[in-house]
């Protein structure tokens, strides 16, 4: 059974009320979990590491944190910040990237780009996916921030941010550099903030795919994916792999059934077949232990909140982003949520603003905080809405 907290600042009767069908779901929820697991994992590998995409929490870990050599899993960041910059508006998916001599000099695992054609950043982006292409790599690179140089200091500026502490970048593609190397710990975590983005998903899943290159665009690469988990995993939804003699075999596989999507990360297996057995058997395991059990979806209404001095009379107030806890089957735990909210939102504000959060514990111990956001932009209200807002209220009142 689970406990509800409810902390409103200044009052919040009306609010419980509010709440009282998400509560009911909830505990619906927890009675309906299933089996302890027991972590027993032997992972053939340097370094190892099972995440659960939702919450962060780790599984499984194996020399987590030691740098080791990442080979074309580098090529994960790179895509990273591309479709950051997709986002943003930087470049677009239709952009013609003119490649120059120093991205098709590349060499190891490519597609062969010519210096002085041209390839759309979607095909660049499906060769780096598929074909793991060392020469669209830094195409993309260029195109983006002007130099590769400058694009790798933008990738160890986007490792720190994200926490990344045993990951230093010195290319853009994964080549051997002795100071280019990786955790597992920090594969995951962006591979996690890769899979963020849906418009990847595609890229990350195509098993096959021609693409013509040249300046006259008369040879064909069929371009066959390099993780075989794409025709071999049920649910697989990424993300790279790699391999070079420092490194040996590396990948980052990730696989998605019902609401529990992981993310199974080997390096330094010593074939191409283990490190793909060690990713299917810590994949298999994670599905047949755990579940992961959805606590709010983006858009959740929380509450509604009185508005002051605002052209509308109350606003919605909804959850930023999903939530969700990770749980061993069969274990059940207690779930508590602290939501805290004003008891009267001021205007003006706008959509998206931040007035509160919701915190989820479990078994007393703090596992998410959520912001909770306004659903609509709040606008003062003018003498116009005022006046009309007293003689309404006169009318009610005879």
């Not at 992961?292 to 002051?308: M, N, W, Y």
């Amino acid at each position: 059974m689970e406990n509800i907290k409810v902390n409103i600042w200044n009052g919040g009767i009306k609010l419980k009320r509010r709440l009282a069908p998400i509560i009911i779901l909830l505990l619906i929820f927890t009675n309906s979990l299933g089996v302890f697991a027991n972590a027993d994992l032997k992972v053939d590998a340097k370094a190892a590491l099972l995440m659960d995409v939702n919450t962060g929490e780790i599984i499984y870990k194996l020399n987590e944190h030691e740098r080791l050599a990442p080979a074309s899993i580098t090529k994960i960041m790179t895509m990273l910040l591309g479709v950051e910059a997709l986002n943003l508006g930087r470049i677009s998916l239709d952009d013609k990237v003119l490649v120059s001599k120093h991205a098709s000099g590349m060499g190891g695992s490519q597609v062969y780009l010519e210096a002085g054609e041209t390839q759309t950043v979607e095909d660049l982006f499906r060769a780096i996916a598929i074909r793991s292409a060392n020469d669209a790599s830094v195409a993309l690179a260029e195109h983006i921030a002007g130099s590769e140089e400058i694009f790798v200091q933008m990738m160890n500026d986007k490792a720190k941010e994200l926490g990344m502490e045993n990951t230093h970048f010195a290319n853009a593609s994964g080549l051997p550099n002795e100071n280019h190397f990786v955790s597992a710990y920090d594969v995951a975590i962006m591979s996690k903030e890769l899979l963020k983005y849906p418009i990847v998903h595609e890229w990350l899943t195509t098993y096959m795919y021609d693409l013509q290159v040249g300046r006259n665009k008369n040879s064909t690469q069929t371009m066959v994916n390099t993780n075989r988990l794409v025709k071999e995993y049920q649910g697989t939804t990424g993300v790279k792999t790699g391999s070079t003699n420092e490194a040996g075999f590396c990948i980052s596989a990730s696989a998605k059934r019902g609401d529990l999507e992981l993310i199974a990360v080997v390096l330094g297996s010593r074939t191409s077949q283990v490190r793909f057995d060690e990713a299917k058997r810590m994949l298999d395991y994670g599905f047949a232990n755990y579940e992961s059990i959805q606590i709010g979806k983006k858009g959740d209404i929380i509450a509604t909140l009185p508005v002051e001095k605002g052209k509308v009379y109350e606003v919605d107030i909804m959850l930023e982003r999903d939530s969700f806890v990770l749980l061993p089957k069969g274990q059940s735990g207690s779930i508590e949520k602290d939501i805290v909210l004003p008891d009267i939102i001021k205007s003006p504000m706008s959509a998206g603003d931040e007035v509160g959060e919701l915190i989820i514990s479990l078994d007393g111990k703090e596992i998410d905080r959520v912001n909770l956001v306004l659903k609509s932009d709040v606008e003062k209200a003018n003498l116009l809405n005022i006046l009309n807002r007293t003689i309404k209220s006169y009318l009610k009142g005879r």
